[in-house]
């Protein structure tokens, strides 16, 4: 999308085919309270062909639902056992792991990351500040979001990222920030941090880490590998769920070296829900496996003043203002997102088998469906009505196409791939691999004019230059 170019100041990196047949309705694994109204916020999305395939989980002072939507393995909806890549929330078990060997006194909150890797290995620093643990788990590091002989453009991109190409890149880095003085996303930072822990404590990372924190909190269902259907239990390669891009077309598997810290794990709803269920117990002062650092974690690491309140981050997690715990992750074909809420011993999990972050404005529906204040479900233009967009437009000067196809809306230029507008709402619509809103505008006569295309906070008219528009779509 070399014509966005001019527009654009940063990208997003995540950590067409025939859509496929959707369920007319949710298949839940156990049935429970909440199932009519969770699915009258889901089935929009998957009539829409927004998402392939989707797992509800909720935890409720106890109660556990699971809700599938969409097609899944062998056609059916997905369920409670289904896998999914994880992405990002990854970040979540190296923290807890980072936690655990902070609480055993095996590495120090503060301690600079150089100590825990090999002797001659090179960690940069930025005005005489070295990069620290806490710092790596903050987003605090410097580092930029991705190591610079990382790819972002291969099916597979942290695939071949190795420790020799973490320790040459580490000896070659220039830091944006000094350590510590800024809070910037860093998928590197994250990767380093549970490279580096696991190094100190003698293993690689998906070793270390299935010893000290999946096996201790029986997650059976998460791995780093998928297993093919052998073993004890059997689990068969059958459970895992394909993903795809924001078009419904089939995305490649991501998997992890030096960098599996960041974003590698595959799991189930049923699993995320078990970690859930652990930290809201920790939260009450439990004393099993990895409460205390599960506790540890929890600890909201930001400085604020007296009186202030509002968003923090805890080590791995993010807190909202209402004091509700979460992480997002995506990859090529996935994204999900899990929460949950001291307060009312509630938690929420969503994954989804396609690369769309319009997937994290589901978890707070989910949340008013759990408070009894369910809210209209999303309201998505129906094909017809995608056709009032259709037509050229003049934006600074370039010839864009929006087209109609296939119940889905395009835009592209000449000699440029098309990419998909993903709906928002009646007129607004998203263009997902670089985070860009594109918002139709109309004349009185009902006919639209122009779009306008927002990048961050830049805004860039298009003025439609067809003069056959066709007529808005009747209701």
Same mark, same amino acid.
């Given at each position: 999308?070399?014509?966005?170019?001019?527009?654009?100041?940063?990208?997003?990196?995540?950590?067409?085919?025939?859509?496929?047949?959707?369920?007319?309705?949710?298949?839940?694994?156990?049935?429970? +309270?909440?199932?009519?109204?969770?699915?009258?916020?889901?089935?929009?999305?998957?009539?829409?062909?927004?998402?392939?395939?989707?797992?509800?989980?909720?935890?409720?002072?106890?109660?556990?639902?699971?809700?599938?939507?969409?097609?899944?393995?062998?056609?059916?909806?997905?369920?409670?056992?289904?896998?999914?890549?994880?992405?990002?929330? =990854?970040?979540?078990? =190296?923290?807890?792991?980072?936690?655990?060997?902070?609480?055993?006194?095996?590495?120090?909150?503060?301690?600079?990351?150089?100590?825990?890797?090999?002797?001659?290995?090179?960690?940069?620093?930025?005005?005489?500040?070295?990069?620290?643990?806490?710092?790596?788990?903050?987003?605090?590091?410097?580092?930029?979001?991705?190591?610079?002989?990382?790819?972002?453009? /291969?099916?597979?991109?942290?695939?071949?990222?190795?420790?020799?190409?973490?320790?040459?890149?580490?000896?070659?880095?220039?830091?944006? =920030?000094?350590?510590?003085?800024?809070?910037?996303?860093?998928?590197?930072?994250?990767?380093?941090?549970?490279?580096?822990?696991?190094?100190?404590?003698?293993?690689?990372?998906?070793?270390?880490?299935?010893?000290?924190?999946?096996?201790?909190?029986? /997650?059976?269902?998460?791995?780093?590998?998928?297993?093919?259907?052998?073993?004890?239990?059997?689990?068969?390669?059958?459970?895992?769920?394909?993903?795809?891009?924001?078009?419904?077309?089939?995305?490649?598997?991501?998997?992890?070296?030096?960098?599996?810290?960041?974003?590698?794990?595959?799991?189930?709803?049923?699993?995320?829900?078990? /970690?859930?269920?652990?930290?809201?117990? +920790?939260?009450?002062?439990?004393?099993?496996?990895?409460?205390?650092?599960?506790?540890?974690?929890?600890?909201?690491?930001?400085?604020?003043? *007296?009186?202030?309140?509002?968003?923090?981050?805890?080590?791995?997690?993010?807190?909202?203002?209402?004091?509700?715990?979460?992480?997002?992750?995506?990859?090529?074909?996935?994204? =999900?997102?899990?929460?949950?809420?001291?307060?009312?011993?509630?938690?929420?999990?969503?994954?989804?088998?396609?690369?769309?972050?319009?997937?994290?404005?589901?978890?707070?529906?989910?949340?008013?469906? /759990?408070?009894?204040?369910?809210?209209?479900?999303?309201?998505?233009?129906?094909?017809?009505?995608?056709?009032?967009?259709?037509?050229?437009?003049?934006?600074?000067?370039?010839?864009?196409?929006?087209?109609?196809?296939?119940?889905?809306?395009?835009?592209?230029?000449?000699?440029?791939?098309?990419?998909?507008?993903?709906?928002?709402?009646?007129?607004?619509?998203?263009?997902?691999?670089?985070?860009?809103?594109?918002?139709?505008?109309?004349?009185?006569?009902?006919?639209?004019?122009?779009? *306008?295309?927002?990048?961050?906070?830049?805004?860039?008219?298009?003025?439609?230059?067809?003069?056959?528009?066709?007529?808005? +779509?009747?209701?």
């Amino acid at each position: 999308m070399r014509w966005l170019f001019p527009f654009i100041t940063a990208g997003l990196v995540a950590c067409g085919s025939a859509p496929p047949k959707v369920a007319a309705k949710p298949l839940g694994d156990p049935k429970g +309270a909440h199932e009519s109204a969770i699915a009258g916020q889901l089935q929009p999305y998957i009539e829409a062909q927004l998402l392939r395939g989707v797992v509800v989980g909720v935890y409720d002072a106890g109660k556990r639902e699971v809700y599938g939507f969409g097609t899944g393995p062998n056609g059916a909806p997905p369920n409670g056992d289904t896998l999914f890549e994880l992405g990002s929330i =990854t970040k979540v078990y =190296t923290a807890l792991m980072f936690a655990d060997a902070v609480q055993r006194k095996e590495v120090e909150l503060d301690q600079p990351v150089a100590d825990l890797l090999p002797t001659g290995a090179t960690v940069p620093g930025k005005d005489q500040r070295v990069i620290t643990l806490k710092e790596l788990a903050l987003h605090g590091s410097g580092l930029p979001r991705i190591p610079p002989s990382v790819n972002p453009n /291969l099916a597979d991109p942290y695939a071949l990222y190795n420790a020799d190409a973490m320790y040459k890149d580490l000896a070659a880095a220039q830091l944006e =920030t000094a350590p510590g003085v800024k809070v910037a996303y860093s998928n590197w930072g994250y990767g380093l941090l549970g490279f580096a822990v696991a190094h100190k404590l003698g293993g690689h990372y998906a070793e270390v880490l299935k010893r000290r924190v999946l096996d201790p909190l029986k /997650l059976t269902s998460t791995y780093f590998l998928v297993p093919a259907e052998q073993g004890t239990p059997p689990v068969p390669t059958a459970n895992l769920q394909v993903g795809s891009n924001d078009d419904l077309a089939d995305a490649s598997a991501w998997h992890a070296d030096a960098l599996a810290g960041a974003g590698s794990l595959v799991s189930t709803a049923n699993d995320q829900l078990s /970690l859930i269920e652990a930290e809201l117990d +920790a939260d009450a002062g439990g004393k099993l496996p990895l409460r205390g650092a599960m506790r540890l974690t929890q600890e909201a690491q930001m400085e604020t003043q *007296v009186g202030e309140t509002g968003p923090n981050a805890g080590l791995g997690w993010q807190i909202d203002a209402d004091g509700r715990y979460w992480h997002n992750g995506q990859t090529g074909g996935y994204h =999900t997102f899990i929460t949950f809420d001291p307060k009312a011993r509630r938690g929420v999990v969503v994954l989804a088998a396609t690369a769309t972050t319009l997937v994290d404005a589901i978890p707070s529906r989910v949340y008013a469906v /759990l408070d009894n204040q369910t809210p209209a479900p999303p309201k998505f233009p129906a094909p017809r009505d995608l056709i009032q967009f259709a037509g050229q437009y003049d934006l600074a000067g370039t010839k864009v196409s929006v087209v109609a196809d296939d119940k889905r809306l395009y835009i592209s230029a000449p000699n440029e791939p098309r990419a998909r507008l993903l709906p928002l709402s009646d007129h607004e619509f998203l263009i997902e691999a670089i985070q860009a809103a594109v918002v139709f505008e109309r004349e009185a006569d009902g006919k639209i004019s122009r779009f *306008v295309l927002v990048v961050g906070q830049q805004q860039v008219n298009a003025t439609r230059v067809d003069p056959d528009a066709p007529a808005p +779509a009747a209701n």
